[in-house]
């Protein structure tokens, strides 16, 4: 039987079946991947092969095999082993909130975002919430930001989960996707889900929480059903995604606007450094490639850390 996986705690896979009812399955003994070194074989939103066993009067599923998957999404794994935890599979839209102050989001951890969800071939939108709390001069900045991934041809909306402003539009563009919703703690990922679908409480801000108490406590992502069809991810616990697995020669194809001009580049092979000729650095300096960007392409390439911060705004 052919079914869709809508949690999983590490041995138990809960998995709705085309009938609409939920199995809670196991893996088969000795069944693995191929070509995927990540700590979980089968993740939300895989599509699974189950076979229904009698175990004691009770019905029990095993996972016997997994469907070719779309696209996924991978952070790396907590205990630094080179293994890749595998958050969600087959996510049509990523969504990243963006505030620019309570909290601040730079635009370090927004590109980051991006450049991850071009590699796993997964949409990305920007979500800049909270547009409610903006002073005049605050909210020319926010227009900048806009236009600038929007030139870039992101999509963006601005949004407020307080006072409902858009919600009905970016209902509009979850509906019958499958969506992931990512952002710093605080940026408003429960308020503006709990507006799209009442009732549905995120475990996001409850986990920030056991993080603020010091406690250390495994998450795993969970599938839950629209009642408008589609379906939100929730990852508790996941501000963005780790990029891993990418070799600085591809790096610069992440970035649409890079990868627009590279043709004309003297190299071929120009990684945007300190080549000479190099249309992306002409680009920055003539200011139509955006400087912030070409900053985040530098931080990314030498392997800065996430939490790098930059003051962009203030310029
Ligand atoms: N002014 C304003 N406040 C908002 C808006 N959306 C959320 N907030 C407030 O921002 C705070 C954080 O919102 P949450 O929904 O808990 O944020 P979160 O992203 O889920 O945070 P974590 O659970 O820590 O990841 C709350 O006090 C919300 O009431 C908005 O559109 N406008
Ligand atoms: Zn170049």
Not at 45 to 51: A, P, Q, R, S, T
Not at 153 to 175: F, H, P, R
Request: proline share 2%; glycine share 8%.
């Amino acid at each position: 039987m052919k079914g869709t996986v809508y949690k999983s705690t590490g041995s138990w896979y809960y998995v709705k079946a085309q009938d609409g009812s939920f199995i809670n399955c196991r893996i088969k003994g000795r069944f693995r991947i191929q070509g995927i070194k990540s700590t979980n074989p089968v993740a939300v939103g895989d599509v699974v092969e189950f076979e229904i066993q009698d175990k004691a009067g009770e019905q029990v599923g095993v996972i016997t095999d997994i469907h070719d998957r779309k696209n996924y999404i991978v952070r790396k794994s907590v205990n630094l082993s080179k293994r890749t935890h595998i958050i969600a599979a087959n996510v049509d839209l990523a969504f990243m909130l963006v505030t620019l102050k309570d909290p601040v989001t730079f635009t370090d951890f927004i590109d980051r975002f991006l450049v991850t969800c071009e590699a796993y071939h997964v949409t990305p939108i920007l979500v800049f919430n909270k547009i409610d709390q903006y002073t005049k001069q605050e909210l020319v900045l926010v227009k900048n930001l806009i236009a600038l991934y929007s030139d870039i041809g992101y999509q963006t909306i601005e949004v407020s989960a307080a006072t409902g402003k858009n919600v009905e539009e970016l209902k509009s563009m979850i509906k019958g996707k499958t969506s992931i919703f990512s952002g710093h703690s605080g940026v408003g990922k429960s308020t503006l889900v709990n507006a799209l679908e009442p009732g549905l409480n995120l475990k996001t801000a409850e986990i920030s929480q056991q993080h603020k108490q010091g406690q250390h406590t495994t998450t795993f992502a969970e599938m839950f059903d629209l009642s408008f069809s589609g379906q939100i991810i929730d990852t508790p616990g996941i501000k963005g995604f780790g990029i891993v697995d990418m070799e600085n020669s591809e790096i610069g194809d992440y970035f649409p606007e890079f990868f627009a001009i590279k043709g004309d580049c003297k190299f071929h092979n120009c990684l945007h450094l300190d080549e000479p000729k190099c249309a992306v650095k002409q680009a920055v300096e003539q200011g139509t490639v955006a400087w912030s960007r070409y900053k985040s392409y530098l931080q990314i390439i030498q392997g800065e850390d996430e939490n790098y911060r930059t003051d962009l705004y203030a310029e």
